[in-house]
């Protein structure tokens, strides 16, 4: 599975803006898509995930109420749309793939992230 994220750019706190993952590979559906981020000088920490189906998501604390993230499998692309924007959203987000639900790290496959910054 190779995964690309796009989206990303330069927005003022309150903006929205939405990232996609395009995924490659003939059996998307069967693979939970997680969102990640990278603050600078911090771990990378995650945000959210969604099941195969997209009936199950889970979100982080931070970003629950402002965040959603959704899939279309027929485009095999999976969605992060982010709303009320704050200066600590900033970092590089990335997209990740694996056959389990999960909201730790263990993701086998990883895209390359995409830079968010938003301004106070």
């Known amino acids: 599975v190779q995964l690309q994220a796009s989206g990303g750019g330069l927005v003022q706190a309150g903006d929205s803006l939405r990232l996609s993952c395009a995924a490659s590979?003939?059996?998307?559906?069967?693979?939970?898509m997680g969102w990640f981020r990278q603050a600078p000088g911090m771990e990378r920490e995650f945000v959210a995930v969604i099941s195969g189906s997209g009936g199950t998501t889970y979100y982080t604390d931070s970003v629950k109420g402002r965040f959603t993230i959704s899939r279309d499998n027929y485009k095999k692309t999976v969605y992060l749309q982010m709303s009320s924007l704050k200066p600590e959203d900033t970092g590089v987000y990335y997209c990740a793939a694996d056959r389990v639900l999960a909201t730790s790290m263990d993701y086998a496959y990883w895209g390359l992230g995409t830079q968010v910054t938003v301004s106070s």
């Open positions: 590979g003939s059996t998307f559906s069967r693979y939970s």
